[in-house]
Every structure is written in structure tokens, then in C-alpha cells.
Nanobody
Framework: QVQLVESGGGLVQAGGSLRLSCAPS????????MGWFRQAPGKEREFVAA????????YYADSMKARFTISRDNAANTVYLQMNSLKPEDTAVYYC?????????????????WGQGTQVTVSS
């Protein structure tokens, strides 16, 4: 069984930073793109950022590219989301996702595996 495990969430004051991590557990698999999404209470899930394992090409939602940075460690098979200058409106559950089919659209519109999410709460 393939699982993605997010970590690094928590409570932080506005203006602070957090770094989220996402790593697979369980059965090994090959993925081509990893993405981060978030879902705030009462809102739809929204795309945050994506990264290709090969080459490290990145893509961000316009509203987040100035403060968020996605990166990967191929050796550790881990993807990160560095979030700086956090705002209360960044409060959400953050999910990582994996594209294992190698879709041609960029970033992928669909992902195959999802993590359980990690809560990020930003206090004002």
C-alpha cells in the first residue's frame, strides 16, 4: 500500500515560518511530480505548488509564489514546502500528492496518491 506522510505543521504566529515535509511510506513507487495543496475550513481544496523529481522544475499558484518554496531531496525521497511570512489566511490542512503516471499537463490536473494532511494554523 502506498502512503504519503506529511509532517511539519503546527501553530505559528503571523509572520512566522514553517517547513512541511512529505515522504512516502509503505510500498515503493516511482512518481514524476509531487504537489502541495491546501484546504481551509469551508473552502475547496486549492493548489499550492508542484515540482518535478527530475530536473526540479517548479510551478506555483500565483498568490503563493512570493512566500512559499517547494523543493525536493531525491536521495531522501522527500518533498518540502517552505512557507514564510505566514498569514492567518494560510490556515488550512496541507496535503501532498504524487503523480505516478507521468502526465503531460504541467502541473498535473490530477494526482494518484494523497497524504492525510497536516494542519497549519496561523494566529494573528
Amino acid at each position: 500500500q502506498v502512503q504519503l506522510v506529511e509532517s511539519g505543521g503546527g501553530l505559528v504566529q503571523a509572520g512566522g515560518s514553517l517547513r512541511l515535509s512529505c515522504a512516502p511510506s509503505g510500498r515503493a513507487f516511482i512518481s514524476y511530480v509531487m504537489g502541495w495543496f491546501r484546504q481551509a475550513p469551508g473552502k475547496e481544496r486549492e493548489f499550492v505548488a508542484a515540482i518535478r523529481w527530475t530536473g526540479g522544475e517548479t510551478y506555483y499558484a500565483d498568490s503563493m509564489k512570493a512566500r512559499f518554496t517547494i523543493s525536493r531531496d531525491n536521495a531522501a525521497n522527500t518533498v518540502y514546502l517552505q512557507m514564510n511570512s505566514l498569514k492567518p489566511e494560510d490556515t488550512a490542512v496541507y496535503y501532498c500528492a504524487a503523480d505516478v503516471l507521468g502526465r503531460t499537463d504541467w502541473p498535473p490536473l490530477e494526482y494518484d496518491y494523497w497524504g492525510q494532511g497536516t494542519q497549519v494554523t496561523v494566529s494573528s
